[in-house]
């Protein structure tokens, strides 16, 4: 059992900056790939990125690569998503991910991932 608590969000205006975290609680955080999900109003949920369990690899959607950054602090139980250049369209509620899975592939796919947090509010004014 692993429990995700996400935290960072708020508003900022086009072009900033903000650092989300997510806090692990439970075993063997190490072992477990962890992704960014988000989901804007009236819209589904998407990939935003993702990190394998060993750190080795990342992953990120088009509509953010260049300007958001994932990381791992194994030692700490966190995953970051340094997110930079913000714009309006970044505007959603974000959800950390934990999941098992050992296929590249499925790192996209919101159904792999096995635990989530319970979201943060980024806001990005114009």
């Known amino acids: 059992q692993v429990q995700l608590v996400e935290s960072g969000g708020g508003l900022v205006r086009t072009g900033g900056s903000l650092t989300l975290s997510c806090a692990a609680s439970?075993?063997?955080?190490?072992?477990?790939?962890l992704g960014w999900f988000r989901q804007a109003p009236g819209k589904e949920r998407e990939f935003v990125s993702a990190?394998?369990?060993?750190?080795?690899?990342?992953y990120q959607s088009d509509s953010v690569k260049g300007r958001f950054t994932i990381s791992r602090d194994n030692a700490k139980n966190t995953v970051y998503l340094q997110m930079n250049s913000l714009k309006p369209e970044d505007t959603a509620i974000y959800y950390c991910?934990?999941?098992?899975?050992?296929?590249?592939?499925?790192?996209?796919?919101?159904?792999?991932?096995?635990?989530w947090g319970q979201g943060t509010q980024v806001t990005v004014s114009s």
């Open positions: 439970g075993r063997s955080f190490s072992s477990y790939n």
């Open positions: 991910a934990a999941g098992a899975f050992r296929n590249a592939n499925t790192y996209y796919q919101d159904i792999y991932y096995d635990y």
């Open positions: 990190i394998s369990w060993s750190g080795s690899s990342t």
